[in-house]
């Protein structure tokens, strides 16, 4: 192989995985430096440096870090980065860049030049993927992405993006802005919709580019909706549930959002639709959730057209989520053991329902869906499984 340096980003659920492909490239490439990132590296930093197989880890945004690195500076000059010296490891903070620092990695940031990557992976059917900001000022209870930045945002210059998009559009209809929530910052998103627009209009972007973003229902108003509709957008949404105080006390989802009664989420969710199409993600078991908040779900699920919503049945309590630190102690986490030579412990699989009913019920649907869907693989198995849990729940 030959390489200097190989980068490998992390999360909780494949860091086995991952930790393969570092000693797959130390096997068949003497002398190449395996560097990792990523969320579960950012978490787990000592942890995973204790494997022959990594050199080095890079704690928070990467960009400058991981340049300073191969550009041989003194390790201890370069920020974010954890790395072995004599028996011992050197654990750095995780690096979160100034306003100014950020501007700098603009130039660093090319998501276009990873299209041949792009092309060899059938999973993404064609979309691109976009970063236009990091972190996210709200605290839900699943979300790590909170901890990672500490409640602060980052925003990519908004003709940098363009750029970058104008040279995606050449080469793919379908563009998803991975943003955690994009419509958070209402500036931010009048702005770079505005602008696609106008390059739209000019014929620079291709007029029959669609736009996915990840949103949230109250950061959507008349304005947003509108720019959002003439720009060809389409909503990734988290609802979670329609329950007000799982939104709110079991979830944390903050905003406008956790106050919202059913009857607003329902009416909010009409108002969107005329403007863009939706896409609604549910959970139907969070810890707190009642079979009435299981049987509110599916009555509205089950109204919704096929491909408008997808459901989570269970919660992961990632690392240092609210959820993993007020539940990890308890039985209501399911921990996977890996199999695995590495230094990787337990790792956190689901987090149950308190209520037994609600388990019970996902259990037999679950089991009568399994078997169905074995037999018949064209079925699909939400849908199996939606109707099981309904008999189950006497709907």
């Known amino acids: 192989m030959g390489y200097d340096y190989v980068g490998i980003s992390t999360i909780t659920e494949t860091i086995v995985y991952q930790l393969k492909i570092a000693e797959f490239v130390k096997n068949n490439s003497k002398g190449t430096k395996v560097v990792f990132g990523g969320i579960h590296a950012w978490l787990f930093p000592k942890e995973i440096l204790e494997n022959d197989s990594v050199d080095f880890i890079i704690r928070g945004q990467g960009e400058i870090p991981f340049s300073k690195l191969t550009k041989n500076y003194e390790l201890e000059d370069i920020p974010g980065l954890c790395y072995k010296t004599g028996s011992n490891n050197i654990i750095q903070e995780p690096f979160l860049p100034t306003d100014e620092e950020f501007k700098k990695i603009e130039s660093l940031i090319k998501y276009s030049q990873y299209d041949k990557v792009y092309k060899k992976a059938v999973i993404f059917r064609g979309t691109r993927h976009l970063f236009t900001s990091f972190g996210c000022p709200f605290d839900c209870n699943f979300c790590s992405v909170p901890k990672l930045y500490k409640g602060k945002m980052l925003f990519r210059n908004i003709n940098s993006t363009i750029d970058e998009v104008k ?165 209501l986490i399911v921990w996977r053991s890996p199999i695995n030579n590495f230094n990787i412990g337990k790792i956190p699989h689901e987090l149950k329902c308190k209520d037994g009913r609600v388990e019970n019920y996902i259990s037999k649907a679950d089991v009568r869906a399994t078997e169905k869907h074995r037999k018949n693989r064209k079925l699909s198995f939400t849908q199996l499984f939606l109707k099981e849990l309904m008999k189950e729940v006497g709907l």
């Open 167 to 331: 040279e995606l559009s050449k080469k793919t209809t379908r563009i998803m802005f991975v943003d955690p929530d994009l419509n958070v910052n209402h500036t931010h998103f009048v702005n770079l919709f505005s602008a696609i627009i106008n390059e739209k209009e000019k014929g620079t972007i291709n007029k029959n580019t669609k736009f996915v973003v990840q949103a949230r229902l109250d950061c959507f108003d008349k304005e947003t909706l509108k720019i959002a509709k003439k720009a060809n957008v389409i909503a990734l949404i988290g609802i979670e549930s329609l329950s007000q105080r799982i939104r709110d006390y079991d979830l944390n989802k903050g905003g406008k959002l956790a106050k919202m009664s059913k009857e607003e989420v329902i009416k909010k969710i009409e108002e969107i639709k005329k403007f863009i199409r939706p896409y609604l993600y549910f959970i139907l078991a969070t810890p707190e959730t009642s079979k009435e908040d299981l049987i509110d779900n599916l009555k509205y699920i089950y109204s919704l057209m096929r491909g408008w919503y997808e459901i989570n049945i269970h919660i992961t309590p990632f690392p240092e989520t609210n959820y993993y630190h007020r539940y990890k102690d308890t039985k």
